[in-house]
């Protein structure tokens, strides 16, 4: 409307020529004819009325030629239609058409749908240098053809990008599993050289096996990592793609500047596609940018996010492999890699995470540590620590002839010597383990000088076995004297029901 009045007061007031009027104006000499034609058909004077405003002067030159609407969806059923599957903008406009067929045109019901909608205020954040690096993966990614089988393989395209500068890392996996999308993190670092303080991923299983807004459930595996490196895991809300605006726009610019140049040519690997990756890469790193003046990515990296990030640490992130929701069985040991380790037999029936770090096995549960051991070869074989064991198995684990030779010369020698009799005898290991312990079994119901008694017979007549020590102390034989020696002097046992000597001395 400023144009329509300056062209209004070099008409009226300057007596100027369309041409001159034009040139000033910034306008074609038609448009000021346009102009001066529709000041006439409105019925207004020059000069304007002070209190006709630019509204009421465009109202006026040009009056609405829309058509009447007739009856019109409100806007919360317009709000709840549009929000229906497969509902568009142009369905309900035909079916407005086909209630109303002299109503509004299709881009007159538009702009109604679009002003009934309205527009929702975007908060825009100012993220800080060496703060936040948001991760995402991007669709339509590329293939690779296995020369084995001849099919095409499609692999994930994991995209990083920083939220000071948008510097960004690209990198191809096989897939977006939690061991591929752990690693893809420790390659970002690197490539980076640089740890951030913060990184915000999507609510993909790989990060988040529970989304909670305040105390989201992180994957094990991921949980292992952050905490190697010091970091702080902030999920985006769930279908709210504007946490994350930074990385969305840098998987557009990936898609564009790096993935769509890619897409004719032919790889026979993931590595050879990685390889592809670099240039582009670096290319899309060093474009410069036009919201801001010019400056790249990577200049805006090491000037405002590299000074303020983590250092990387001494020793990157390394497990090999994971297993999760183990469970363990009734012999709590726990099955990895064609070998068996145990964890607390308490933990039976529950469920333990396994990772595989260089040479040892950590064991998890409810992301609590629970043991660690050494990974060892295939074999088939177990590896307990006795301290697993409940107390019934820990005496089948210290079962052995030093073992049991200890615990019968305890008893006396002659019960040592029977013991050593047996595993004479025995011709396997576990027999003769299973005859000691039946001799020192003998205590639990005979005093352990009787069985000393019984064994010193049972040595005698050159008869050192279970059986016969058995019989001994059974039939009482253990009381009687050997051959060839004095009476056996017992322990006298006393109690309240003797008599005594002095009993008969009173009478």
């Not at 209190?51 to 030629?65: G, I, V």
């Not at 068996?340 to 933990?347: G, K, Q």
């Not at 064991?363 to 295939?378: C, L, N, T």
Request: glycine residues 6%.
């Amino acid at each position: 409307m400023l144009v329509v009045r300056e062209v209004l007061k070099w008409h009226f007031e300057l007596r100027k020529s369309y041409a001159t009027i034009a040139e000033y104006c910034g306008i074609s000499k038609g448009g000021v004819h346009n102009i001066l034609q529709r000041f006439t058909a409105s019925g207004l004077t020059w000069p304007l009325p002070e209190e006709l405003d630019e509204f009421a002067l465009k109202r006026q030159l040009y009056p609405s030629t829309e058509r009447s609407a007739g009856e019109l969806p409100d806007a919360k059923e317009l709000r709840t239609e549009c929000a229906r599957p497969g509902v568009t903008r142009q369905l309900l406009w035909e079916e407005y058409r086909g209630l109303n067929p002299d109503g509004m045109s299709r881009s007159a019901f538009y702009r109604h749908c679009q002003q009934q909608k309205g527009t929702q205020p975007v908060w825009k954040n100012d993220f800080q240098g060496g703060e936040y690096l948001f991760v995402d993966y991007s669709g339509n990614g590329l293939t690779y053809t296995d020369r084995e089988v001849g099919v095409q393989v499609p692999v994930e395209i994991f995209v990083a990008s920083w939220g000071a500068s948008s510097y960004t890392y690209v990198e191809a996996t096989a897939t977006q599993s939690a061991r591929d999308f752990v690693y893809s993190h420790v390659n970002a670092f690197s490539y980076f050289g640089c740890v951030p303080q913060v990184v915000t991923p999507d609510n993909l299983k790989s990060a988040v096996t529970k989304t909670d807004r305040a105390d989201p459930v992180l994957c094990q595996l991921y949980r292992k990592f952050i905490e190697h490196y010091d970091l702080v895991v902030l999920p985006a809300r769930v279908a709210k793609p504007r946490d994350k605006a930074t990385v969305e726009c840098a998987v557009r610019c990936v898609q564009q500047r790096v993935l769509a140049p890619l897409r004719r040519q032919q790889f026979f690997s993931l590595a050879e596609i990685n390889a592809a990756i670099v240039p582009y890469l670096d290319a899309l790193n060093d474009r410069p940018m036009r919201d801001y003046n010019g400056q790249t990515r990577r200049e805006r990296f090491h000037l405002y996010d590299f000074p303020a990030a983590k250092p990387l640490p001494s020793a990157s992130f390394q497990v090999t492999d994971a297993c999760y929701g183990v469970r363990v069985p009734t012999n709590y040991q726990v099955r990895y890699d064609g070998h068996y380790y145990s964890v607390p037999h308490t933990l039976i029936d529950h469920h333990v995470d396994i990772f595989l770090t260089g040479d040892v096995l950590e064991i998890y549960h409810h992301a609590v540590h629970v043991v660690r051991h050494v990974k060892e070869p295939p074999d088939g074989r177990q590896s307990v620590i006795a301290a697993h064991q409940p107390e019934n198995h820990r005496h089948m684990g210290r079962r052995s002839k030093e073992y049991y030779l200890h615990v019968a010369q305890v008893i006396g020698p002659a019960t040592a010597a029977v013991v050593e009799g047996i595993y004479t005898r025995m011709k396997h290991d576990e027999q003769a383990h299973r005859g000691a312990q039946g001799v020192i079994s003998l205590c639990k119901h005979y005093d352990s000088s009787r069985v000393e008694a019984a064994a010193e017979r049972a040595v005698h007549y050159r008869r050192p076995t279970l059986r016969d020590m058995k019989q001994i102390l059974a039939q009482g034989l253990d009381l009687q004297p050997l051959p060839g020696s004095g009476q056996r002097q017992l322990p006298l046992v006393t109690h309240d029901n003797l008599r005594g000597p002095g009993y008969y001395q009173g009478e």
